[in-house]
């Protein structure tokens, strides 16, 4: 029998598996609900900034049969605030975001603040990731960081940002190269206190919203500029999520230097895999489903996400805190019923 680790290890390298894992990874794949919270005692926005209570509360969800991994942190709200943006810290019903960017333009780029290891919410995932190891190693961990045009466009308004990549772009560089910067320090630091697991989630970076160049020459640039760097790291598993449907950058998938991709609902798994032979592929059951529907109508699709080619089972995007934990357990539940051999 294999452990959760030794399954997502094997099936995210291409190896031979007896099913697929099941896993969620955190971040902007948050998979944090309003059950888990009360019972846990661990309740939002308090659990962004105790360490303690973060680790509690990403143990809990698996220990209460949840999804076969723990993944911290629970917003993409992390870097942009160690950056320099105002955050508001939400509550139960909502998670943290940013409220007022760091810069008003990229040619401001020298005035950004450096990410900090040593304080803030940077030091709580940190401190949170060393918790989880301690408390039980066999359970891997998922260590996340915003995607670098969507940390980008917290720090600069997004739409500014967009105007600014087409006007000035040589300025843009500058700038992204200096988050990314930022990004590979805080991914690195993950790693180095036991997260098995880097996920990256680009939701902003998107062909739909960029194109098919500006997607090349940036989102691809500067995400491998960060999976490059963690290659150091010979035994982490590397994932990228991107939003959207994908259509518009097939042919520039293949590109990234991750080990899985994990896409929306939208996408077509068969398709994709066509145009990513050498990438294990993760998704992409709708958040939706997962949210609202039956449990029954849960594991319904979650195994056909499995006959369409999902290497590893995971929702397409974060979960809505409302999302009932029975329909959590059912998605568990359905891959490992399901065998395939």
Request: hydrophobic share 40%; proline share 5%; net charge negative.
């Amino acid at each position: 029998m294999l452990s959760y680790k030794e399954r997502l290890f094997k099936a995210a390298r291409g190896g031979s598996v007896d099913r697929p894992p099941c896993i969620c990874p955190g971040g902007m794949m948050n998979a944090i609900e309003q059950d888990i919270m009360i019972k846990s005692g661990c309740a939002w926005p308090e659990s962004h900034s105790n360490p303690d209570k973060m680790a509690e509360l990403a143990l809990s969800l698996y220990l209460a049969g949840g999804f076969e991994n723990c993944g911290v942190p629970f917003c993409m709200t992390v870097e942009a605030e160690a950056m320099g943006a105002i955050v508001d810290m939400g509550d139960m019903d909502a998670e943290p975001h940013v409220v007022k960017s760091a810069l008003n333009s990229t040619q401001d780029y020298a005035k950004l603040k450096n990410l900090d290891l040593n304080s803030g919410r940077v030091k709580t995932v940190l401190d949170a990731i060393k918790i989880i190891k301690q408390r039980d190693n066999t359970v891997p961990v998922i260590g996340n960081i915003t995607g670098p045009i969507s940390a980008a466009g917290q720090l600069v308004d997004m739409a500014k940002l967009l105007i600014e990549m087409r006007k000035s772009p040589e300025t843009c560089h500058k700038f992204i190269e200096l988050v990314t910067q930022n990004l590979i320090k805080f991914a690195a630091a993950q790693v180095e206190v036991g997260a098995d697991v880097i996920c990256i989630a680009e939701p902003s970076g998107t062909g739909e919203i960029l194109g098919a160049e500006l997607f090349r020459n940036f989102t691809v640039k500067y995400l491998n500029n960060i999976l490059e760097s963690l290659s150091e790291f010979k035994d982490i598993i590397k994932i990228v999520h991107i939003c959207g449907r994908l259509k518009s950058v097939y042919n520039e998938l293949a590109n990234l230097k991750c080990d899985v991709f994990s896409m929306d609902s939208a996408v077509d798994l068969k398709l994709l895999h066509e145009y990513m032979p050498n990438h294990r592929l993760m998704g992409n059951v709708s958040t939706h489903t997962i949210g609202t529907m039956p449990e029954a109508k849960v594991i319904d699709l979650t195994q056909n996400a499995i006959a369409r080619g999902a290497d590893i089972v995971a929702p397409a995007c974060g979960l809505p805190v409302s999302t009932p934990l029975d329909n959590i357990r059912g998605m568990v539940k359905a891959v490992r019923q399901y065998n395939l051999n």
